[in-house]
C-alpha cells in the first residue's frame, strides 16, 4: 500500500515538474504557424513603404518572425465605420478571431455569450509589462473586464487626465487688461464679463464669446455611460465649481450611490449658467452652431472647458488665425472650499476581446506583449503604430505626468536625453521621441510657457504643448474627483435610459437658454424617479456593492 | 386561348426580375421575425427567445411615444405633400419655357442640390441659419430681431420639411418631366383651336395627361407615411428641438447606442412599413372602388 | 403647350422666367459655397471665413483624393459597377415591367406579382437578414454583391408599368394584328415608345450606383474593392470619446471640411454630363416618336 502511494506521489511530482517545464512564456514563439484572423481597423489612405499594405507590414512581418504568428485580415475598415462593421459582424455572428471592441459592444458580446473566457490566458501568458499597467490601475481594470469572476478581455488603459476637464484661458486677453487668472466662479463671471465687453481681441462688435458652448448635439457635461472622458466645449468645470455632478454616480449623503443629475447642486448649477447666459456671457449660440471650435479658430472665444490635449486640436488652426493666441489651462473654477473638485472618467473604453471558440487566445495577448515590450524600437514614422494588429492601446496611467516632468527636467538642464532611454522609461513609449522633440518647438527662455517662445508650426508642437501647458494645472496638485466609478449598464438601463436621458437633456438645456423656468428641474426629478431611476439607482447600488 | 399562350411566355420576362426579388428581397424578409424576439447574436434568429408583441408594446408604450409619432408622422406628411406638389410645379413651369438652353441649364442646376449629403448640407443649414448668418442678416434689413432658427422648437418641423423639399424637388420633377413628353401635341392643338387659353390647357390637356403619374407618385409616397428621414433629421437635431424633432428613427437610434438594440429597431421598421402598406392598400381599394382606377 | 399671343400671356412668360432663375440660383447657391470650402484653406474654413469665396486658394484636397493610389482603383470599381448594373437593370426592368403591365384579362397572375412587387418595396427585413443572405450566398466581396445587392428596382418597375399602360392600345394592337409575338411587341414596339421613362430611371439608377456608398460599406470586406463614394467618405474621421491621442492628431491633419467639400464634387462631377446627355429623352419637346392620333 505503502509503496502504491510512494509511486502515485512520485507520477504527480514529475507531472508537476513536467508541467511547470512547459510552463506558457509570453513571448513565446510557436512551433507551427498559428493564424489568427482580426477586422482590421487601417487608414485607408495610410501610406506604406514600399510593396506594404494593411496585411502585410513591418508588424505583421514581426508577429510572424517573433511568435510565428501570421495575422490575416477578414475585413478591413477605416476608424470611421469600423464600429459599423464591428456592430454588423457582432450582430451576424461573424465574429474575426480577436477584436478590440468599445464597451456598449463588449456588453453585447458578453450577453451573447460571444466571448472566451481569458482568465488562465492572462495567468499564464501576459507579459510583465502589461500586469505591471494592469496592477498600476489600483483595481480599475480589474473591474472593468472580470465578469462573475472570470476575466473576458484585457481593458485598454489610458491617461485618466483625460477625464479631468480643465479651463483653457486666453491668457493674452488677460494680460491684456490686466486681470489676473480667475480663481472662483465669480472671479470666472467678471473675467467673462470684462472680455466681452473691453473686446480685447479687437473683434467686431458682438461677437466677442466669453465662455465658449457645445455645439448642435453637443453634450453639456460628461456622463458615465457614453462620454465619460475627453468632455470638451462644455461646462463640466462650472457644475462641479457649484459642487454638481450631473451625469455620473456620486455618494449622496449616506454614502450610497445617487445620479448626479438630481441632486440639489445641479439645479443651482443650471440657474447659475442660466444666468450667466441671460447675461451674455455663454455663447448665444450654444447647442445650436454647427460646430463649437469655430470660435476658438477665429479667435473670438476667452475661454473654453476641455481637457488636456488641445493642442492637438483646434489650438494648430487656431494659431495659423491667430499667432498670439496665448492659450493656457487652468485648474478652476474653485469651488466653495477653494479647491478644485473635478470628475474624471474612465480610462478603459476599448477592450481586446477573443471569440469564443478560437484555438489560441494567447496568441492575442502575445501579440500585446511584443506591442509593449518592443514598440519604442519600432520605426513608427514609416509605418504608423496603429497598423500593429488588435492593437489596444495598454499604457501607464501617469504616462502624462512622467512625459511633462521629464520634458521639464531636460528643459531646466536636470537630465539628459540619454536619461531616458530604456530601463523603467521601456513603457512609455513616446518619451525619448518627445524629449527629442523638445528644442524643435520650444524656445528659450525654458521656464515661460506664453505662446511666443514656441514654435507653433512644427508638427511636434501639439503633443509638446498639450504635455507641458495642458498637464501644467494639476500636476502638483493634490485633489479627488468627485464621482463613483461606474460606467456600465445594469438591466433597467437597457431600456428605460435612452428615454430618461432625453428628458434630462431637453431639461437642461431648455432651462439654461431660459426656454423652460427653473422649476422644470424639479418636475424632471419626480418623473426621472418614478420612470425607472429609482430602480437604476437600486441596480447601481448593486452593482457597486452597497 | 391566346391568352394562356402568351403566359407561358410573360413568366419567363418574370424571371429574372422575380429570381432577384426572391433572393435579396424576400429571404432576408426571415428577419421580420426578430422583431417578435429578443434577438441574441449568439442564438441566431433560430435560436433567440420568443417575446411575442413586447416590443412592439414597448415602442407604443414609451413615455414619449405619442410625441416622436406625431413628430414623425407630421413631418413625414408635410414632406410628402411638399415633395409631389413643388416638383410638379416645377415642372409645369419649367416646360412652359421657350428657351431650351434656359431650360436645360436651370432643370440641371435644380437638379444638383440632391448630391449633396446631408451631412454637409446639415452644417449648411446650421450655417445659413445661425444668429450671424445670411438669413438673419437679411431679417435684419427688414428690422427683424435675430432669430435663433434651429433653438425653437416650433420652426424646426418648417426648417426640416423646407430644406427637404429643396433639396429634392429637381430630382423628383423628372418623373413629372417624363410622363409630360407623353402628351401628345395634337391634344393642345385642338384644345387651341376650340379657343381655350393657356391656363385652360393646363387643366384640361396637361393635368388630365399626367394624372396617372401624379396618381401613382401620391400613392406610393403614402409608404413613407412614418419615414420623416432619418439621415436628414440627426444630422439638423438638438435637444432643444426634440419636442418637435424627435422621431421614431432616432430614439431608436439613440436606444441603440447603449446596446445594439436589433430587436427593437426591426420592430419600429416593422411599424412603418406595415402602416405605410395599409395607406397603399386604403388607397387603392378606394380608387378601384369609387372611381374604377387601378392604381398598379 | 400652344401659346396665344395675349399679353398675359407674355407677362407669365417673363414672370416664369425670372423666378425659375432665382430658384435655380437659390440651388446654386449652396453647390457653391461647398466649392468654395473645397477649394479653401483648412483652417480658414474652420474659422467661418469663407462665405461666397475661397480664402487660401489650393487644390490640397482634392490631391489628397485623387493622388491616392487606391483612388484610381476605387474609381474603376465604381465605373464598372455603374455599367453592369446599368445593363442589368434595363434589361430586367423592361422585361419585368412589361408582362405587368398587361390587364388581369391578359394576364392572370399580374395582380398577385404587382403586389409582390409593392410589399417588397415596403418591408425589408434589416441589415442582418439582408448582409448574411448575401453572404451565404457567397457574393461578399464581389461586384455581383455591388450591383445585385441593393434589390430589384421596384420603383421603377412600377413607373415602367404605369407609363406602358398609359400607352394607346393601339399600338400593341397593331402589333399582335401583325403577328408579333410578345418579345418582339417588348423589344420593337414597346421600348422605343417608352424612351423618356426608360431614360429616366437608368438615370436614377446609375446615379444611385454611383453615389452609394452603404452597399460597398457593408457587402465589401477589402478596402481594395470599395467603390468610389465607400472609399473617399471613410477619409472623414468622426470624433468619438474613445479616440486615443494618435487619432486625435489625425483629427487635425485629415478631418475637415474642405475634405468632405472636395469628396462631393467628385461625385457631382461625371454625373452631370451623364444628366445633360439624357436630359433630351425626357424634356418635352425633343421625343422620339410620338403616336399620330
Not at chain 1, 465669480?186 to 481681441?201: Q, S, T, Y
Not at chain 1, 479687437?202 to 465662455?211: E, M, S
Not at chain 1, 437633456?505 to 426621472?528: H, M, Q, R, Y
Amino acid at each position: 500500500m505503502k509503496k502504491r502511494i510512494l509511486i502515485g506521489f512520485t507520477f504527480l511530482l514529475s507531472l508537476g515538474a513536467w508541467a511547470t517545464a512547459q510552463a506558457a512564456d509570453p513571448y513565446g514563439k510557436y512551433d507551427s504557424p498559428v493564424t489568427i484572423n482580426i477586422g482590421n481597423r487601417i487608414d485607408p489612405t495610410g501610406k506604406f513603404p514600399e510593396g506594404d499594405s494593411p496585411e502585410n507590414n513591418v508588424y505583421t512581418r514581426y508577429a510572424k518572425d517573433t511568435f510565428n504568428i501570421i495575422v490575416k485580415d477578414v475585413w478591413q475598415s477605416s476608424y470611421a465605420d469600423y464600429d459599423r462593421k464591428l456592430n454588423l459582424a457582432i450582430a451576424s455572428n461573424d465574429l474575426p478571431d480577436a477584436m478590440v471592441v468599445n464597451d456598449a459592444q463588449l456588453r453585447q458580446m458578453l450577453k451573447a455569450d460571444q466571448l472566451q473566457d481569458l482568465t488562465d490566458v492572462y495567468a499564464k501568458y501576459a507579459g510583465p509589462l502589461l500586469k505591471a499597467a494592469w496592477a498600476k490601475t489600483n483595481g480599475t481594470a480589474d473591474k472593468a473586464v472580470t465578469f462573475n469572476g472570470k476575466i473576458m478581455a484585457i481593458p485598454g488603459i489610458t491617461v485618466p487626465d483625460d477625464g479631468y476637464t480643465l479651463a483653457w484661458i486666453r491668457k493674452d486677453w488677460l494680460d491684456k487688461l490686466g486681470l489676473k487668472v480667475p480663481q472662483s466662479l465669480d472671479d470666472l463671471e467678471k473675467v467673462a464679463k470684462a472680455f466681452i465687453d473691453k473686446n480685447p481681441g479687437n473683434l467686431p462688435k458682438g461677437t466677442t464669446i466669453g465662455i465658449g458652448g457645445p455645439q448642435s448635439g453637443g453634450q453639456l457635461y460628461g456622463d458615465f455611460l457614453f462620454h465619460s472622458t475627453n468632455n470638451n466645449f462644455a461646462f463640466d468645470p462650472i457644475f462641479s465649481a457649484m459642487g454638481a455632478t450631473p451625469g455620473y454616480w456620486i455618494a449622496g449623503k449616506d454614502g450610497k450611490a445617487v445620479y448626479g443629475s438630481i441632486q440639489p447642486e445641479t439645479k443651482a448649477a443650471l440657474a447659475k449658467l442660466a444666468d450667466f447666459y441671460k447675461k451674455g456671457l455663454i455663447d448665444p449660440e450654444m447647442s445650436v452652431r454647427k460646430d463649437a471650435t469655430e470660435g476658438i479658430i477665429a479667435g473670438q472665444v476667452g475661454i473654453f472647458f476641455g481637457p488636456w490635449w488641445h493642442g492637438y486640436w483646434p489650438f494648430p488652426d487656431a494659431m495659423k488665425q491667430n499667432p498670439n493666441a496665448n492659450w493656457q489651462a487652468y485648474a478652476v473654477p474653485l469651488n466653495a472650499s477653494g479647491k478644485w473638485a473635478p470628475h474624471s472618467g474612465n480610462s478603459h473604453t476599448q477592450f481586446l476581446v477573443v471569440r469564443k471558440g478560437y484555438a489560441h487566445p494567447e496568441a492575442a495577448i502575445k501579440l500585446q506583449n511584443g506591442l509593449m515590450r518592443d514598440q519604442f524600437t519600432f520605426n513608427v514614422e514609416a509605418t504608423r503604430i496603429e497598423n500593429y494588429p488588435i492593437r489596444t492601446v495598454i499604457g501607464m496611467p501617469d504616462d502624462l505626468l512622467v512625459a511633462r516632468k521629464a520634458a521639464l527636467d531636460v528643459l531646466m538642464g536636470k537630465k539628459k536625453i540619454e536619461d531616458f532611454q530604456g530601463g523603467d522609461y521601456r513603457s512609455y513609449p513616446y518619451l525619448l521621441d518627445d524629449i527629442k522633440s523638445l528644442l524643435l518647438v520650444k524656445k528659450p527662455p525654458f521656464d515661460n510657457f506664453d505662446i511666443q517662445y514656441w514654435d507653433t508650426t512644427s508638427p511636434k508642437w501639439p503633443r509638446i504643448y498639450s504635455i507641458i501647458v495642458g498637464g501644467a494645472p494639476y500636476s502638483n496638485l493634490s485633489f479627488k474627483v468627485s464621482q463613483l466609478p461606474f460606467y456600465s449598464s445594469t438591466k433597467t438601463i437597457e431600456t428605460k435610459w435612452a428615454s430618461l436621458k432625453k428628458m434630462e437633456d431637453e431639461t437642461f438645456v431648455n432651462i439654461i437658454l431660459g426656454g423652460k423656468p427653473l422649476s422644470a428641474f424639479d418636475e424632471f426629478v419626480t418623473k426621472w424617479k418614478a420612470q425607472g431611476g429609482d430602480t437604476i439607482t437600486a441596480e447601481v447600488r448593486q452593482e457597486l456593492g452597497q | 386561348m391566346r391568352n394562356r399562350g402568351l403566359s407561358k411566355h410573360y413568366y419567363l420576362m418574370l424571371l429574372p426580375g422575380f429570381a432577384w426579388l426572391l433572393l435579396f428581397s424576400i429571404l432576408p424578409m426571415f428577419g421580420l421575425v426578430m422583431a417578435f424576439q429578443d434577438y441574441n447574436p449568439g442564438q441566431g434568429v433560430l435560436g433567440s427567445p420568443w417575446v411575442g408583441w413586447d416590443n412592439f408594446q414597448y415602442l407604443l408604450e414609451l413615455d414619449d411615444s405619442r410625441t416622436i409619432f406625431f413628430n414623425t408622422v407630421y413631418i413625414s406628411v408635410l414632406k410628402i405633400l411638399g415633395n409631389l406638389l413643388v416638383p410638379l410645379v416645377f415642372a409645369l413651369l419649367l416646360n412652359e419655357l421657350r428657351l431650351g438652353f434656359l431650360k436645360k441649364s436651370i432643370q440641371t442646376i435644380a437638379y444638383l442640390p440632391h448630391f449633396l449629403s446631408w451631412v454637409i448640407l446639415g452644417g449648411i443649414m446650421l450655417d445659413l441659419f445661425s444668429l450671424h448668418g445670411p438669413v438673419n442678416h437679411l431679417l435684419s434689413a427688414f428690422g427683424v430681431r435675430p432669430v435663433s432658427f434651429f433653438g425653437r422648437a416650433d420652426l424646426f418641423p418648417g426648417l426640416a420639411v423646407g430644406s427637404d423639399v429643396w433639396k429634392e424637388f429637381g430630382y423628383n420633377a423628372i418623373f413629372y418631366l417624363a410622363a409630360l413628353t407623353g402628351i401628345s401635341e395634337s391634344l393642345y392643338e385642338s384644345a387651341s383651336i376650340d379657343g381655350a387659353t393657356r391656363w385652360q390647357q393646363l387643366w384640361t390637356v396637361t393635368l388630365p395627361g399626367i394624372s396617372t403619374t401624379i396618381v401613382l407618385l401620391t400613392v406610393l409616397s403614402l409608404g413613407n407615411v412614418l419615414n420623416a428621414g432619418f439621415d436628414q433629421i440627426f444630422n439638423l437635431y438638438n435637444p432643444i428641438v426634440y419636442s418637435t424633432g424627435d422621431i421614431v428613427d432616432t430614439w431608436v437610434y439613440r436606444s441603440g447606442l447603449i446596446n445594439l438594440q436589433y430587436s427593437l429597431a426591426t420592430a419600429a421598421g416593422l411599424i412603418k412599413s406595415f402602416v405605410g402598406f395599409l395607406l397603399i392598400v386604403l388607397a387603392y381599394f378606394l380608387a378601384d372602388k369609387y372611381a374604377q382606377y387601378r392604381i398598379f | 403647350m400652344i401659346r396665344d399671343r395675349s399679353s398675359s400671356s407674355r407677362v407669365f412668360d417673363i414672370f416664369n422666367s425670372i423666378f425659375l432663375v432665382a430658384v435655380a440660383l437659390l440651388c446654386l447657391l449652396p453647390l457653391w459655397y461647398t466649392l468654395c470650402v473645397s477649394l479653401s484653406d483648412k483652417s480658414s474654413v474652420a474659422a467661418g471665413a469663407v462665405q461666397l469665396w475661397p480664402v487660401g486658394v489650393n487644390l490640397n484636397s482634392y490631391n489628397q483624393i485623387m493622388h491616392d493610389s487606391q483612388f484610381v482603383q476605387a474609381v474603376w470599381v465604381s465605373v464598372q459597377r455603374v455599367l453592369l448594373a446599368t445593363v442589368v437593370q434595363f434589361i430586367v426592368v423592361v422585361c419585368t415591367a412589361y408582362p405587368l403591365s398587361k390587364t388581369t384579362k391578359q394576364f392572370r397572375g399580374r395582380d398577385v406579382l404587382m403586389w409582390i412587387v409593392v410589399f417588397c418595396m415596403l418591408f425589408n427585413g434589416g441589415l442582418i437578414p439582408w448582409y448574411q443572405t448575401i453572404r451565404s450566398l457567397g457574393l461578399l466581396n464581389s461586384l455581383w454583391a455591388l450591383v445585385l445587392g441593393p434589390g430589384l428596382p421596384m420603383f421603377s418597375v412600377i413607373l415602367v408599368v404605369n407609363f406602358v399602360r398609359n400607352l394607346p392600345k393601339e399600338l400593341e394592337e397593331a402589333a399582335e394584328m401583325d403577328g408579333a409575338g410578345p418579345w418582339f411587341t417588348l423589344f420593337r414596339i414597346v421600348i422605343p415608345v417608352s424612351v423618356p421613362v426608360l431614360a429616366a430611371t437608368m438615370l436614377f439608377g446609375i446615379v444611385f450606383h454611383w453615389n452609394d456608398f452603404m452597399v460597398g460599406l457593408i457587402l465589401m470586406t477589402k478596402s481594395e474593392n470599395y467603390p468610389l463614394q465607400t472609399y473617399i467618405q471613410q477619409m472623414v474621421i468622426v470624433m468619438t470619446s474613445t479616440m486615443s491621442e494618435e487619432q486625435y492628431k489625425r483629427m487635425n491633419e485629415m478631418s475637415n471640411q474642405t475634405l468632405g467639400a472636395a469628396k462631393i464634387f467628385i461625385a457631382i462631377l461625371p454625373v452631370l454630363p451623364l444628366y445633360l446627355f439624357t436630359q433630351k429623352y425626357f424634356i418635352k419637346g425633343m421625343t422620339l416618336g410620338s403616336v399620330k392620333e
